[in-house]
């Protein structure tokens, strides 16, 4: 299955993120409106149970009210009651004698109680003496509804007769209905806009994001010098300029690589094409050209045992812990140095000025750069070495003194790089390997005059307190002694 089969089912961020922002608006929307319906709703249906009620104690005010005391018969109670009733909008009202409507206000009313044949047989069949309120929701029609009994004792038949008043709950809700709909079209509306503005807003915010997927297509082993663009100041530009940073640590890793498998190539082909040479021209009937070839060919071998050595110790120092600090004490450690420095052939050791300093260090690395410090010595400067350390500020100064011919003043950056060999020979790695040591811990490695006498004074400047992303110091005043 291809890459762009894959990507095409693959749901982009910036759709996911249009209908996040969109699902949430609309169930904020949702909730918002269905919130508000719920409670007018409540309120339409209280306000008309409140008016059923005002009506309710306006009959019984008026059926106690009557002419001097008292009714001729319930039916002139019941006219009374239903003459002077005022029905409000979307309500009817009537008189109800013998189970049938036999009287109505004198005003057109919203509601007739004959649209609902079956509204009265409902309510004469459950109502009693007590006046009864309930709802009506049958033949098309959902009503609410007070049914008030008028009873009076001695009446001319009959002695009781019925007063109700009604209301039209679906007219009632009609407005809110209207304005529920209106709600709902405005929400889509809000919803639209709101997901046309997070569709836009996305795209200009993962423009960069694109981009950056772009040009990881496009960058390659071979293509590592192409660079995102940085706009702006938020999280997505930050992101650019780390990406920048790993491309820029990629391109200097890819750099290191060939540059490594070009110099290693090199550093090889010089020792194999002189063993080639002379076997190829090697006497075998010769006795003493055998054992001369044999002696170069093992000189050769062991020259380059030495650079596979120095290339294993140099690639482990570029590793992710190349170094593991811990606090140590720079006058012990430096003691201990100078003791195994006194067992490399050659050397001659004498201890100078020791500083008395804690400082967190990688003890093993450092010996390992000094020692191969005092090693340079003992190749290049005689043999005679002095070794010491010094405090300045919040630096600490290792450093080893021989007593050779010094290191000219053109040469002292470029000795410390990589398979530089001097006319003394040797894998070309010992120096460059103690200036990794040095960075490794935040400092640097470098190279001056003593302060009296030839020679040279190698030292490595490393911090006191734990600063990662420490600049090293460069000065080299506090070298001397």
Known sequence: ????????????????IVATITLV?????????????????????????????????????????GPNGTWASATAALEAVVQRMSPDDNTGAAGIVNDRIALVPGVPLDVDLLDAPGFVDHLTTTINSEPRRGTYAEEGVTWRYVGIPITLAGSPPPETVLFTMVCDVN?????????????????????????????????????P????????????????????????RDDVSELAGTMNAMLDRLDAAMDSQRQLVSDVGHELKTPMTIVRGYLEVMDPLDPADVRDTQDLAIDELDRMAQLVQDLASAARLHGPAPVSPVAVDASDLMHQI??????????????????????????????QALLQLAQNGVT???????????VQDDTVYLWVRDHG??????????????FYRSEAGGSGLGLNIVDVIARAHGGTAGVTDPPNGPGSLFYLSLPRLTHPERTPAHGVDSHRR
């Open 25 to 65: 608006a609309a169930v904020g929307l949702m909730a918002v409106g269905a919130t508000l319906y719920i409670v007018e709703h409540g309120k339409v249906l209280t306000q008309i149970d409140e008016r059923l009620e005002a009506n309710l104690e306006s009959a019984r005010f008026i059926v106690e009210q």
């Open 338 to 367: 100078i003791r195994k420095a006194e067992g490399i052939e050659g050397a001659t050791v004498t201890a100078g000025p020791i500083a008395d300093v804690v400082f967190p260090v990688d003890p093993a690395r450092v010996t």
């Open 380 to 390: 290049h400067g005689g043999g005679q070495l002095e070794m010491g350390s010094t």
């Open 171 to 207: 007219a009632e809700l009609e407005e809110l209905n209207e304005l529920a709909v209106l709600y709902v079209v405005t929400a889509s509306i809000v919803l639209a806009l709101t997901a046309v503005t997070a569709w836009v807003v996305a795209g200009r915010l993962l423009r």
């Open 405 to 418: 011919s010094g290191v000219p003043l053109e040469k002292r950056e470029t000795i410390f790089e990589r």
């Open 1 to 16: 299955m291809s890459t762009t089969a894959k990507r095409r089912r693959i749901v982009s961020v910036r759709t996911r």
């Open 209 to 232: 994001l694109r981009h950056m997927r772009r040009t990881a297509e496009r960058i390659s082993a071979r293509s590592l010098s192409e660079r995102l663009p940085v706009h702006g």
